[in-house]
């Protein structure tokens, strides 16, 4: 990642900060823009903010506590008051691809049950239309052969994912398919095509669920409403 990069996910990440209100309960995204989300957070922790926060994956579970944010679960909480997440793709819906980092079902749990979702992200993210990033499945690792061959009949290229030779497991224990479309037309019905094929655990399209976006480029950073 470029430092210009960098500098903007920054930048997107520590806007986001400025929702937070003393006593929320907090979705905690994945990803490297919400990273500085959390940083900048912990440190209003440190100042005497008192927030709790739900984490999306164990990655952000690692970071949240190293910058001393209280943590909470669903065994205590049913509803969140806001979530911060990032996307690898926004189109101009506000539907998201996300999955990169392969945490997109606890992110979704995290963000559904969430009053407002804040995404955060660097320009680069916003796209025309959905489809160019490989938009990541979770599937049952059993049979994951069969489901990757009726995704492909939707016309995508389901690639298993990967890492270090060995392949790639969930938070939950499951596979990751990153399925190949190049464009996606219409996410929406992409997203039930996909759910109701047996192996299939969730997807990477969040439809409808962003209220704002923050995105942030060479000059500015945006804000967006939904
Ligand atoms: C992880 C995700 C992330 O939110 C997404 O990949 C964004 O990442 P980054 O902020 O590093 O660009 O969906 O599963």
Not at 95 to 116: F, I, Q, W
Not at 135 to 160: M, N, Q, R, S, Y
Request: glycine share 10%.
């Amino acid at each position: 990642m470029s430092e210009q990069v960098n500098l903007f996910k920054k930048a997107a990440g520590e806007k986001a900060v400025e929702y937070i209100k003393d006593g929320m309960i907090i979705g905690l995204g994945s990803g490297s823009t919400v990273y500085w989300t959390l940083k900048k957070l912990g440190e209003l922790v440190e100042e005497g903010l008192n927030v709790k926060g739900i984490p999306s994956s164990l990655r952000t579970e690692g970071w949240a506590k190293e910058f001393k944010i209280p943590l909470t679960d669903f065994s205590e909480v049913q509803t969140l008051d806001i979530a911060i997440d990032g996307a690898d793709e926004i189109d101009p819906d506000f539907n998201l691809t996300k999955g990169g980092g392969g945490s997109l079902v606890r992110e979704k749990m995290v963000d559904a049950h969430s009053k407002k979702l804040i995404i955060v992200a660097d320009e680069s993210k916003m796209v025309s239309q959905l489809g160019e990033f490989p938009l990541p499945v979770e599937v049952l690792p059993f049979g994951w052969e069969v489901t990757a061959k009726k995704i492909e009949a939707l016309g995508a290229k389901p690639v298993l994912r990967e890492r270090e030779d060995s392949i790639f497991i969930s938070n939950n224990g499951n596979y990751i398919l990153d399925c190949h479309f190049h464009t996606i037309a219409d996410p929406k019905k992409l997203h039930h095509e996909l759910k109701q094929m047996l192996g299939v655990v969730e997807t990477g399209l969040f439809i409808d669920m962003t209220d704002t976006i923050i995105i942030a480029g060479q000059n500015e950073v945006k804000v967006i409403d939904h």
